[in-house]
């Protein structure tokens, strides 16, 4: 019998995983995301232990370095990812001189260790017509710019007339 193994053959050392459920791959949501997004939500649940969920505190330029990409290529991924339903921030980060302190997110796959919520599962609802990709630079602004278009609603839009 190889060592490390009980008398039912049974591995007795346990090595950490990451699980990429097979409904999760196949969601329009993850084959919409790119492979820096991808690499970044790996390397959130890595971070995963099985009771810290919501705690799991890892910044865009520590992202950027593990992933090796851009700070702003990272942040962009976050907020790609948050949007798609995969993770959901349950506490700003902020950076200024005396405290450092990055955001702390949650894995929607799992239930919420920090508020006790249910596993949400948000990107199963995701779908790629409810986002509107502008390919090119958007006019009536002061300069170029790249993005998402959102519907005007009643919280996203300000009257420039105050009545």
Not at 116 to 123: H, I, L, T
Not at 125 to 135: G, N, P, Q, T, Y
Request: charged share 25%; proline share 4%; with cysteine.
């Amino acid at each position: 019998m190889p060592k490390g193994h009980n008398h039912k053959g049974r591995s007795t050392t346990t090595e950490r995983f990451v699980s990429l459920p097979h409904y999760m791959l196949r969601s329009a949501a993850w084959r919409s995301l790119s492979p820096v997004e991808r690499s970044i939500y790996i390397e959130l649940a890595q971070l995963y232990s099985g009771t810290n969920n919501g705690c799991l505190a890892l910044s865009a330029r520590d992202a950027a370095k593990q992933v090796g990409c851009s700070k702003n290529t990272a942040a962009l991924a976050f907020g790609a990812l948050e949007r798609k339903g995969f993770i959901c921030c349950r506490q700003q980060g902020h950076f200024d001189r005396k405290t450092r302190h990055a955001a702390e997110y949650g894995l929607t796959l799992y239930p919420c260790d920090r508020t006790g919520e249910r596993a949400s599962k948000a990107f199963m609802s995701w779908r790629a017509d409810l986002e509107k990709f502008v390919d090119g630079p958007i006019t009536g602004t002061g300069g170029s710019m790249r993005g998402t278009v959102q519907p005007l609603t009643k919280e996203n839009y300000r009257s420039r007339y105050s009545i």
